[in-house]
């Protein structure tokens, strides 16, 4: 079991809940990377509303339920873990947007073991 504490890197990745990768949801599959990688975590949130690039709103209301919700997946690592994944990620993605922000991580895992 790894440490992670003090300065590390989030990423976030912005894309749609319909965008695929090779017939699959593309979230389901970056997340099984990201899995595979032995990135820290990740973690998928379902936006409500949104737009991107195209300006294409993209809203869940009961009249007009979209399938194309927006969603962001959030991974905490090290610049090293972030860096090694980011080619990979970028390679699945056809649209969207990526992020980074230094965070200062407090706690990771039950009483600072990981899982």
Known sequence: MRKLEG???RIRVFI?????????PLYQALVELLRKEHMAGATV???????????????AHL???SQDMPLVIEV????????NVLP???AMMEDGLITFEQVHVMRYGRNGDTE
């Open 7 to 9: 300065e590390q890197l």
């Open 16 to 24: 749609g809940e319909s965008d695929l990768h090779h017939g699959r």
């Open 45 to 59: 949130l379902r936006g409500i509303l949104g737009f991107g690039a195209k300006s294409h709103m993209h809203a």
């Open 63 to 65: 009249l007009a339920l």
């Open 76 to 83: 905490v690592d090290t610049q090293e873990h972030i860096d």
């Open 88 to 90: 990979k990620v970028e």
